[in-house]
């Protein structure tokens, strides 16, 4: 399998500059591509700026988020049909639906290993907020603020090909109207935070091997899977999440699989992270995983025992927690 190359995506879907718009360079400077053992493909040229709400998508700062989207679409596209492997840095959630399309254009249908404290089925009605971080999964969908939906083609990923992995925000997420997983036709995997914790690589390995059977699928990484004592480097902390060594070995799982064509990692905030302590444990994490020296052994190993088929290479060239309470990001944190 081809190394990941790391892609910057600087955008923070509150609207305004800083915060998780910080997280490629902070990675950079870090030595996440090293880390990656790929190539470094440099920063998008997208910022999300603008604090109105649209009334028409229900998105905060919709022309910049369409915008962006398409740059995804574009540069995620261009690099797997060159026989690559993207990581995007971002950034938030929203960089998801742009890298689904992209991938999507290059390789036809996949599947979606949401791995978030959040399902992110919002959309422009339901979202607190109007932040495009709410609701990257349902444009996924074809289910989001159909201009969204439009500007990335349509749907990327069908509900029986999407993975719940992590998530605690049930009750909050019902609370407020959201679109619940059980509700989609054909269901998707679902398998919430406690879940996960009982049997980490386990679950990882199970995920991989149902969407892998089907096709290639993407992973999403969102921090706050992170327990918030874990990983305070992030807007939105929530309590009840994963310890390391459990994201490590679920991670670890998924990423063992020769289906996997890209990964997108969001909401990392080095505005909170002034020590840089969460930074570097995320390179090390992330390197751990994905990372071309990462064990050939352990994979093979954690393949087998998750009874995934044999599978021919994809590549078209060589080369229950207390609630969260979602808020817009502060003015001026840090």
Request: glycine share 14%; aromatic share 4%; hydrophobic share 40%.
């Amino acid at each position: 399998m081809p190394p990941f190359t790391f892609i910057g995506v600087p955008i923070d879907s509150v609207g305004r500059a800083g915060g998780t718009e910080h997280g490629p360079a902070a990675l950079r400077k870090l030595g996440l591509p090293a880390a990656l053992g790929g190539p470094d493909g440099g920063d998008l040229a997208v910022r999300i700026r603008g604090e109105i709400r649209d009334p028409a998508t229900g998105i905060l700062a919709s022309d910049a988020v369409l915008a962006t989207t398409t740059a995804i679409r574009a540069a995620v596209g261009e690099r797997i049909a060159a026989g690559g492997r993207p990581l995007l840095a971002g950034g938030c959630c929203a960089e998801l639906p742009g890298a689904l399309a992209g991938a999507r254009d290059a390789l036809g249908p996949l599947g979606l290993v949401n791995f978030d404290g959040h399902m992110d089925l919002y959309d422009g009605e339901t979202s607190p907020t109007g932040e495009a971080a709410d609701m990257p999964v349902s444009v996924a969908l074809g289910l989001g603020p159909a201009g969204w939906v439009a500007t990335a083609g349509g749907a990327s990923v069908g509900p029986g090909q999407l993975s719940l992995l992590g998530f605690r925000d049930r009750e909050e997420s019902v609370e407020a109207g959201m679109r619940q997983p059980e509700t989609l036709d054909p269901r998707p995997l679902v398998h919430p935070v406690e879940a996960v914790r009982s049997d980490p690589g386990g679950t990882g390995a199970e995920v991989a091997a149902a969407l892998a059977g089907a096709g290639p699928f993407w992973l999403h990484f969102d921090v706050d899977a992170l327990d918030q004592a874990a990983f305070p480097a992030t807007d939105y902390l929530m309590s009840g999440g994963l310890a390391w060594p459990e994201v490590d070995a679920a991670l670890a799982a998924l990423a063992a699989s020769p289906r996997l064509v890209g990964v997108s990692l969001g909401c990392y905030n080095p505005e909170k992270d002034p020590g840089a302590a969460c930074g570097r444990r995320l390179v090390e994490l992330l390197g751990g995983a994905l990372g071309a020296s990462a064990p050939g052994e352990r994979r093979t190993k954690r393949s087998k025992d998750a009874g995934r088929p044999n599978s021919s290479a994809i590549w078209p060239t060589e080369d229950a927690a207390p609630r969260r309470v979602r808020r817009r990001r502060a003015q001026n944190s840090s």
